[in-house]
């Protein structure tokens, strides 16, 4: 049993060495142990601190992109717009131009319409007055004494030249 209850002695000397060593680690490794611990504990510290930031930054950038996304978006939607109000202004204006070149077929169809009836009419002037001529020439060739034998003259001469005229 004498090597498990230590001698007086014995204990006096280990608590010595103990207090050497342990004087020792606290003077010289606890410095530099507690540094290390310090440091490290920064480093966790700081790694920390630039994961929060990564995180916040990601949110920011992933916010800002929606933001663009929303006012692209927004720009697309105002640039379909303005293509609809530009495309009904085109045709507003394609169908105005098409009315008033109608207008302008029209009226020059309508002015040659008239240039042509005038120019007819004037023809059938000149026949009628042609044939009148013809027929007055005829008339007093003839000298003719009766009213009678005058109207049956003018009717067989009117017939003559509606004839020859067809």
């Given at each position: ?5 230590p ?9 010595i ?18 540094s290390?611990?310090?440091k490290?504990?920064d ?44 495309r ?12 008033q ?6 009226t ?16 059938i ?8 001529l ?33």
């Amino acid at each position: 049993m004498s090597l498990l209850t230590p001698e007086p002695g014995l204990v006096f000397w280990m608590l010595i060495a103990f207090g050497v060593v342990l004087f020792v680690l606290i003077k010289f490794a606890l410095p530099t142990i507690l540094s290390s611990v310090e440091k490290r504990a920064d480093w966790i510290d700081e790694s920390l601190q630039a994961a929060r930031e990564a995180r916040e930054e990601l949110a920011n950038v992933k916010k800002a992109g929606e933001e663009m996304m929303a006012a692209t978006r927004e720009q697309q939607a105002a640039m379909m717009r303005e293509t609809e109000k530009l495309r009904e202004k085109l045709i507003k204006q394609a169908r105005e131009d098409a009315r008033q070149e109608a207008e302008k077929v029209i009226t020059a169809a309508r002015e040659q319409i008239g240039a042509e009836k005038e120019e007819a009419l004037r023809q059938i002037r000149d026949e009628v007055a042609e044939i009148s001529l013809e027929l007055s020439g005829k008339i007093l060739r003839e000298k003719l004494s009766t009213g009678q034998e005058q109207t049956r003259l003018i009717e067989r001469l009117l017939d003559e030249i509606d004839l020859s005229k067809s």
